[in-house]
């Protein structure tokens, strides 16, 4: 309700709808969805540009973070210092899986992982998904399924991947991970490219309510833009409203 109420400060509308704990706001942009009501209660607007931020990083990161990793290993190793390229050879060292196919077994654990979090009480949920975790990882490591290196990578993108204040928006970009995931195993860096500009494309086309979805990054409005990070309209409205009663007599 909070974030209804947002909403509705911005002129937007919500429909509420009988029989329903939810309502639909309209119309709504994809950084929308990047700014819950409670980082209004931020005291400082540094804060809240680092907050905001951090969660569009964590989203560059949870989307190609499977994907660069696979596409560095298996068709671009010339690309990584050689420091590192000698500790992934390491690692990979007797792991009878290409590189694809154990980001896709692993990306398929972790999600198999957070559904059952998620439809078990709280505590039992929390304890399944990381004893769960620690578990399955270790022992595949140990067994010489998958690499130490593809559990890091794995970990932090369902770290990144939680920072998205809207879990429907979590559960869409998951099945993009897989997409992107897919064409990086066939295409290496170019697919990567290639699966990144076809999302982007397809975001750039979507509109509600007659609205860019994309808006205010498509078409850029560097003012709305920066409003966002930095919060310059509750700013300049204070202000107007004291030049207002200023000139009141």
């Known amino acids: 309700m909070d974030h209804a109420a947002m ?22 942009s994809l950084l929308s969805f990047y700014q ?8 400082s607007t540094w804060n809240i540009f680092f907050i905001r931020f951090l969660r569009l990083a964590s989203l560059v990161i949870s989307i190609i ?19 590192l390229a000698m500790t992934i050879v390491e690692s990979r060292n007797n792991i009878p899986l290409p590189a694809a196919l154990e980001a896709i077994l692993m990306m398929f654990a972790l999600d198999i992982l957070v559904e059952a979090s998620i439809r078990l009480p709280n505590i039992i949920g929390q304890t399944v998904g990381i004893v769960g975790g620690l578990v399955i990882g270790q022992a595949a490591v140990d067994a010489g399924i998958v690499s130490s290196i593809m559990v890091i990578v794995i970990a932090l993108t369902a770290i990144a ?14 099945l993009v991970r897989y997409c992107i995931l897919i064409v990086s195993s066939f295409m290496g860096l170019y697919g990567m490219t290639l699966g990144l500009c076809v999302v982007l494309l397809h975001l750039c086309s979507i509109e509600s309510f007659s609205k860019p979805y994309l808006t205010p990054l ?14 310059f309209s509750s700013r300049n409205s204070q202000v107007e ?3 207002h009663s200023e000139s009141k007599p």
């Open 7 to 28: 909403a509705l400060g911005q002129g937007k509308l919500v429909l509420f709808i009988d029989n329903s704990a939810f309502c639909n706001i309209m119309p709504i």
């Open 65 to 83: 973070m499977p994907s660069l990793y696979v596409a560095l290993v298996a068709f671009h190793p010339e690309l990584i210092p050689t420091t």
């Open 218 to 231: 498509a078409p850029l409005n560097i003012r709305k833009l920066l409003d966002i990070f930095f919060r």
């Open 36 to 43: 819950p009501s409670d980082d209004n209660d931020q005291a």
């Open 161 to 174: 991947s939680f920072t998205v204040p809207s879990w429907e928006l979590a559960s869409s970009w998951r």
């Open 241 to 243: 409203r004291s030049k």
